[in-house]
């Protein structure tokens, strides 16, 4: 359960941090990220509002159930190597190797259009998801164990 909390706190402070240095991306008509809902569109915008809850609890649920056969391993490594294995699986595993497209991650910069592929949709998206490692990182390393 505290790896189901610990991926939510983290997704909701980094997606904060995040939307402050890279709100152009996601609002605006001249957004790089058209494919997704913008946030100052009103009834797109609620919709995603009553879901992202639901679905972040369930995303957790799902990466805690996949890491629970390791966690007596993992439990026996020291802090910093818990930090490092965690923040790097959640780095690696839910972005830049991520089997979904998305202009942060080599899936994305195979298969997007050239148009969703600039500098700044590669580098700004790293910002929220280095955020949410790092976090993410300290929370399972210190109370999960």
């Known amino acids: 359960m505290f790896f189901t909390l610990s991926h939510i706190i983290s997704y909701f402070i980094a997606g904060i941090a ?5 709100k152009d991306m996601y609002t ?6 058209d494919f997704l809902v913008d946030p100052s569109e009103g009834d797109e915008a609620k919709f995603t509002a009553y879901k992202v809850l639901p679905a972040q609890i369930v995303r957790g649920l799902l990466m805690s159930v996949v890491l629970y056969p390791v966690l007596g391993a993992i439990a026996d490594l020291s802090f910093t190597t818990q930090f490092l294995f965690f923040t790097g699986l959640m780095y690696i595993y839910t972005d830049l190797s991520s089997a979904v497209p998305f202009p942060s991650n080599i ?5 997007m259009k050239k148009r969703h592929l600039t500098k700044h949709s590669f580098l700004k ?6 955020i949410y490692s790092v ?3 300290i929370l399972v390393s210190l109370f999960a164990f």
């Open 18 to 22: 995040s939307y402050l240095f890279s």
């Open 28 to 33: 605006g008509g001249e957004r790089t990220l």
């Open 107 to 111: 899936e994305g910069q195979v298969y």
């Open 125 to 130: 998206p790293q910002i929220e998801i280095i």
């Open 135 to 137: 976090i993410f990182g």
